[in-house]
């Protein structure tokens, strides 16, 4: 089994917002795989799906961003999963819009979903972060990350969020 998590925050008003780029993506992966969000456990909406036969919980966490971990917990804990059976979908301010970068393991960086991921179940999980660096600095980066996102940004995070979304389609299928 392999549990695909997508970051975000659950309300509406977040939807469109660079935060949820991570939820985004799932939902990418999840029309891909054409399966719906119609269960919910482990604090979570959930997707199940296959992938070269193998079952594959497709998650975004209802905790909100900053209690994420609780979320991938509860899933490592009900399934019995290993961390290299996990991997987080997250948006990144440090990488420049448009790029997305895979690890097998890391630190959570100034993240603060991860942050909480690591610090329920270690840093030992993958992760695929997307790009959403501004042009210039932000004055508050609270209040970018929870911006709406304009058209023009939109369809270049699109891009990366189709390319990301195969990517890891095809990553599990290899494991």
């Not at 695909?4 to 795989?33: C, E, M, S, W």
């Not at 209690?67 to 059976?85: H, I």
């Not at 690591?118 to 932000?138: A, C, Y």
Request: glycine share 6%; charged share 25%; aromatic share 10%.
């Amino acid at each position: 089994m392999f549990l695909i998590v997508g970051l975000g925050n659950p309300d509406k008003r977040y939807f469109n917002t660079y935060h949820n780029v991570g939820f985004l993506t799932v939902d990418k992966i999840a029309q891909k795989l054409n399966v719906k969000f119609a269960k919910s456990f482990c604090y979570a909406d959930v997707a199940e799906a296959k992938i070269s036969n193998q079952k594959v919980l497709i998650a975004k966490p209802k905790t909100y961003m900053n209690l994420s971990g609780e979320s991938v917990k509860a899933f490592k804990k009900k399934f019995n999963l290993k961390n290299s059976e996990i991997l987080v979908v997250v948006d990144d301010v440090d990488l420049p819009l448009g790029a997305y970068r895979f690890r097998e393991a890391g630190s959570a960086g100034t993240h603060n979903g991860m942050r909480s991921i690591v610090q329920n179940i270690g840093v030992d999980f993958k992760r695929v972060r997307i790009g959403i660096k501004p042009e210039e600095n932000p004055y508050n980066l609270a209040d970018y990350v929870l911006s709406e996102i304009d058209d023009e940004t939109m369809n270049v995070l699109n891009d990366v969020m189709d390319v990301s979304s195969d990517f890891i389609i095809n990553l599990i299928g290899k494991e």
